[in-house]
């Protein structure tokens, strides 16, 4: 849980890196740990840091506005005020929009940049609108300023929902996308090969960075225990006890991630006549509804959808499962890449994974802990489970230790906490940024 903390307590720490991010998460905050997770490695690296996010983000876990400075699982965060806002298209847009006005105006920051200015403003949100006050931000304070990526604007409107490029919207998206690679110091991405596209938007090649998502190696010591007593977690074991097979979707329900083609699969299977295969979708989403109801006109008694849970919840539900489920759809956009947070939750727990998806040859399946499979085809989909699920058990295993060995090495956040600090400069032995940053 979170607990207030005044401003005074904060700037005596004296944050280096200011992370702006709106759907910040942690314990009890929300599902995106990244700044949470990174502001928690940047403090052992010796460096202090400050998440800044909306105190109202629909992607919450709690939906009651927060406020001021507070501590969030041993991450100082600062909550920018922010009233709710409704499901409307029109309403998000102007969540988005606010930020820039709530950021420069608000006064408790004013007097945290006096008392401890930030040498590093990074700015990191799915959308980009933010980011000249970011820019601003670190302009006023003399900070270097890094712009980090998630999703890339506006080509995640044009591309993934189909919003035509003279919308108003996709104009504004794309000017703000040209200025922040402009003005940036460095452009961070989650993808691999962002770059690609960014140098045609006008950024130098030589500004570009790819730090992936990453990976809690060692849970909070406070939520193992429940964890391991949660009822879905004793629900799975159940399962395995009785002798079902439990293949585990744990993530979001959306257009990013189909699962139709999943449930398809799943009807496919129980014709076959294996009866003792379990699917267990755990998230939410837009399409969870038809999902729902493809499932019921299928009359697929094996499949089961649950809430979303803490992530300590999932990855216990990981360790118990027999196999993960992940799926991208066919869209150009990711011709950049792929950040795929629960594939690597799924490593990270040792589980198997078979992935859907359109590309033969992708660095989750070249990891060597998941095997492949169309993402439109059922019948494909269908023949990697029961291929994975027939293996002897020391076989599924040594995929899943392949994986775990993956993301060990690659994507501890500890690591990329490294790279981060090497990137901006900022180290134990040398907390303060001048001249250039690292190329």
Request: aromatic share 8%; hydrophobic share 40%.
């Amino acid at each position: 849980m979170s607990t207030p903390s005044d401003s005074a307590g904060i700037a005596g720490a004296r944050p280096r890196i200011w992370y702006i991010y709106p759907p910040a998460g942690g314990p009890g905050l929300g599902r995106y740990w990244r700044a949470y997770l990174l502001s928690r490695a940047w403090r052992a690296l010796g460096l202090e840091s400050l998440v800044i996010a909306p105190g109202y983000h629909h992607q919450f876990q709690n939906l009651e506005p927060r406020e001021g400075f507070q501590d969030v699982g041993g991450a100082p965060h600062y909550f920018l005020p922010t009233p709710p806002y409704g499901k409307s298209p029109v309403a998000r847009i102007l969540a988005m929009l606010r930020i820039i006005p709530d950021l420069l105006g608000n006064p408790a920051l004013r007097v945290l940049g006096r008392a401890a200015p930030p040498e590093v403003v990074v700015y990191s949100s799915p959308y980009p609108f933010g980011v000249i006050a970011g820019w601003m931000l670190a302009r006023k304070y003399k900070a270097r300023f890094i712009f980090e990526v998630r999703d890339i604007w506006p080509l995640s409107l044009t591309e993934i929902l189909g919003t035509p490029s003279w919308h108003p919207f996709v104009l504004l998206a794309g000017f703000c996308e040209r200025f922040a690679y402009k003005t940036a110091d460095r452009v961070v991405s989650l993808l691999a090969d962002a770059d690609q596209h960014m140098t045609t938007r006008g950024m130098s090649a030589d500004k570009f960075c790819y730090i992936p998502n990453g990976v809690q190696v060692i849970s909070e010591e406070g939520d193992i225990g429940p964890a391991a007593t949660h009822p879905l977690v004793l629900h799975i074991k159940a399962l395995r006890e009785a002798g079902e097979v439990v293949v585990i979707h744990a993530g979001n329900m959306g257009a990013t991630t189909p699962l139709g083609p999943l449930l398809q699969a799943a009807d496919l299977i129980r014709e076959s006549g294996a009866d003792n295969i379990r699917f267990i979708l755990v998230g939410r989403g837009e399409l969870e509804p038809a999902l729902r109801d493809q499932a019921a006109a299928l009359s697929l008694t094996s499949v089961e959808f649950h809430d979303q849970v803490e992530r300590a919840v999932v990855m216990e539900c990981c360790r118990h499962a027999d196999v993960g489920f992940a799926s991208s759809p066919d869209l150009p956009i990711y011709r950049f890449g792929v950040s795929p947070n629960k594939i690597y939750d799924y490593m990270l727990a040792g589980l198997p994974i078979v992935y859907a998806n359109t590309r033969e040859e992708n660095h989750i399946t070249a990891t060597g802990g998941a095997i492949g499979c169309s993402v439109d085809d059922p019948e494909q989909i269908a023949a990697s489970l029961v291929a994975m699920i027939s293996m002897p058990e020391a076989d599924r295993r040594a995929i899943g230790d392949r994986g775990r060995r993956h993301v060990l090495l690659n994507h501890d956040y500890s690591i990329l906490a490294r790279r981060y600090a090497d990137l901006m400069g900022l180290t134990s032995e040398n907390p303060t940024v001048n001249g250039d940053l690292p190329t």
